[in-house]
């Protein structure tokens, strides 16, 4: 059962607003992969809300809470009109290398831009074989280097053939590194060095990509990666009906980040922009 049909038949079967309900939501919440903090702090403000106003459900006052909560987090980042810069961050398995040719194809049929790939993961030639399809596939340049090259020069490359080309994006697929490797994220630091040093003109973005059924822990990868490089902005993979989503609120909350998009399944249309009032909606059993 997904979590938001879960949540859906709990204020379905709890009518009433006493001490008992909140506390079994606090559980339900903490299930749905808030943290316990946060979920006590969360519950003890609607039950507060609830005692005080009488017009509106205790589910409806929770969306409104948790909308709220998501405002916490900094804007998300605009694209502006001049060469935009997408560095995809995450560890092993999150599906960055997918992620990037949704975006492209994102930004190509609803918008007709031009994307060059930047195959970074040099690590994993599988990587390089795979960006090279997904460019195939979408008529989009792949700039690649050979297996064990340095992915900061990939990186440089893909800056200039963007240019040259009069590209609109560089997305750069980078490898998948555990957060925990301090020399990975050295090499990160490196590639971000990069980037920075090129942007007169340029528009750069870190996003960083997390499994949504992953639960708490990707809020811990979101952590590392936000000391070591300062991203911008999260893309959610895999939010299937598996994942439970509350760790959106942690981010927002806790590390001020905000979800840009969520991907759903395999195919290049299976990405969306991040609807915050439509997600919590969807969260909390309403919609």
Avoid: W
Wanted: hydrophobic share 40%; aromatic share 8%.
């Amino acid at each position: 059962m997904k979590f938001s049909e879960k949540i859906k038949s709990f204020f379905f079967k709890n009518e009433n607003t006493g001490d008992e309900l909140f506390d079994e939501l606090c559980d339900l919440l903490i299930e749905g992969d808030f943290g316990a903090a946060q979920a006590v702090k969360t519950v003890d403000l609607l039950k507060e809300k609830c005692m005080k106003e009488k017009t509106e459900s205790v589910q409806e006052k929770l969306s409104f809470l948790l909308e709220e909560e998501l405002k916490k987090a900094k804007p998300a980042p605009v694209m502006e009109n001049n060469l935009t810069v997408i560095l995809l961050l995450g560890v092993n398995g999150t599906g960055k290398t997918t992620t990037a040719a949704k975006l492209a194809f994102l930004y190509s049929s609803q918008f007709n831009k031009k994307t060059v790939f930047a195959a970074a993961d040099t690590f994993r030639a599988a990587a390089i074989d795979q960006l090279r399809i997904h460019g195939g596939k979408l008529g989009m340049r792949v700039v690649a280097h050979k297996q064990g090259g340095d992915p900061a020069a990939v990186v440089y490359d893909a800056l200039e053939a963007a240019v040259s080309d009069g590209a609109d994006f560089v997305i750069a697929d980078t490898a998948g590194r555990m957060h925990t490797k301090s020399a990975l994220m050295e090499e990160l630091r490196k590639i971000d060095r990069v980037v920075e040093q090129k942007t007169d003109n340029i528009c750069y973005l870190k996003f960083l990509v997390l499994d949504a059924t992953t639960g708490r822990n990707a809020c811990s990868q979101a952590e590392i990666f936000h000391e070591a490089v300062n991203i911008d902005g999260v893309i959610l993979t895999k939010y299937d009906s598996t994942a439970k989503g509350g760790v959106v609120f942690s981010l927002a909350s806790e590390l001020k980040l905000p979800v840009v998009f969520i991907c759903s399944g395999e195919k290049y249309t299976d990405i969306e922009p991040f609807n915050p009032k439509k997600f919590t909606r969807e969260f909390t059993g309403i919609e």
